[in-house]
Nanobody, 121 residues
Framework: QVQLVESGGGLVQPGQSLRLSCAAS????????VGWFRQPPGAERELVAG????????YYADSVKGRFTISRDDVKKMVYLEMNSLKAGDTAVYYC??????????????WGQGTQVTVSS
């Protein structure tokens, strides 16, 4: 069955960096666009970064553009999110999923447990 396992979160100070990882299994990973979502406390889940299945096109939310970089390794079935210059507003639980890059929505019904990112001084 589909499994998505996120890791790499933690508590960091503003301005620091983190690298999130997502291990995917149970579907033909290389044929799907993938993305990172985040859900701040009391807010809805939102897409912050996406990458086309070919590895060509990418999407970044305005709030993270220039600071976050998404990448993928189709051999290892992994998705990564490099997060630099972190801000308090980046505090959230981060999730990965396969996505429809035209509509910027998740397409797999299963979600992982997410990984908590807390940015605080």
């Amino acid at each position: 069955q589909v499994q998505l396992v996120e890791s790499g979160g933690g508590l960091v100070q503003p301005g620091q960096s983190l690298r999130l990882s997502c291990a995917a299994s149970g579907f033909t990973f290389s044929m799907y666009s993938v993305g990172w979502f985040r859900q701040p406390p009391g807010a809805e889940r939102e897409l912050v970064a996406g990458m086309q299945w070919t590895g060509g096109s990418t999407y970044y939310a305005d709030s993270v553009k220039g600071r976050f970089t998404i990448s993928r390794d189709d051999v290892k079935k992994m998705v990564y999110l490099e997060m630099n210059s972190l801000k308090a507003g980046d505090t959230a639980v981060y999730y990965c999923n396969a996505i429809d890059l035209k509509r910027n929505v998740a397409i797999l019904p299963s979600w992982g447990q997410g990984t908590q990112v807390t940015v605080s001084s």
